[in-house]
């Protein structure tokens, strides 16, 4: 089974909702994206959201923005995107360093976190979840680029430039390889697209709670529950939220109608302002994804 399909089924049973990060790939580096992948769990993540930088963003607001062109500014490549999933997955470097710092700085929130070092050490066990521009898709062919990312160990993706009625003949071979293509739906999505998102969608539905780009927002869209409601009326794939979440108590009033609560702006801009002060943007992501989920758990 799909990853995806058996961590949101696992979460169904528990009466649950998902909480879903958001990571750029290689910002501010290599080593903070390995670490955010192998010790998000131990934090409370149930599914990673990991952006694949490119030069000109669909739908992200200006924070995700500038971590693209932070990852691409050091070098990032769409192959090393792929290199640090495939480490993440079997943490043989957290094994080889052995008695790091980070190692040790985990031991002691582990306990809080309900988790364990052993569980960071053994390596990424979460889905994960590619956003990635058509255009890199489409350059390495759709067969290609599933076959790469099944091998590094990425279990679906969002394309947000890519719109459903015009993905048609992505969605068999995806079947065929056990890749779920995630599909989005905003508050002005058709009728009819919704329709189609409904009959094409696996692995869960991506509701956009606003209308615009992503970003931290201090209030949830006022129509976010009613439009909810309707779309979980026509559907039993999971439907996880993003766009604009960005607090504990926002994450929780989601998690009460909604199967998942993505946020990614938020946990961003905290990193890239952590870098600033010289502080270490890893654990004060971890920190923060810690709080969140057990907002949407509780």
Known sequence: ?????????????????????????????????LRLMREAEVAGADVIELGIPFSDPIADGLTIQNSYHRALESGQTVGDVFEIVREARG??????????????????????RGGSRAEAREGCRLPVVAMVSYSIVFRMGFEGFVARALTAGIDGATIPDLPVDEAEGLFAPAEERGFRLICF?????????????????????????VKGITGERALLAPDLFENLRELKALTRV???????????????????AADGVIVGSAIVKRMADARERGEDPAEVALEFIHRMSAAVKS
């Open 1 to 33: 089974m799909n990853r995806i399909d058996a961590r949101f089924a696992k979460l169904k049973d528990e009466g649950k909702a998902a909480f879903i990060p958001f990571f750029t790939a290689g910002d501010p580096d290599r080593e903070t994206t």
């Open 91 to 112: 943490g043989s470097r957290a094994e080889a360093r052995g008695g790091s710092r980070a190692e040790a700085r985990e031991g002691s929130r582990a306990e809080g």
């Open 185 to 209: 739906v905003a508050p002005s999505t058709t009728g009819a697209r919704r329709g189609l998102v409904v009959r094409r969608a696996r692995g869960f539905i991506y509701y956009m709670s």
């Open 238 to 256: 999971p439907v996880a939220v993003g766009f604009g979440i960005s607090r504990p108590e926002q994450a929780k009033a989601v998690a009460q």
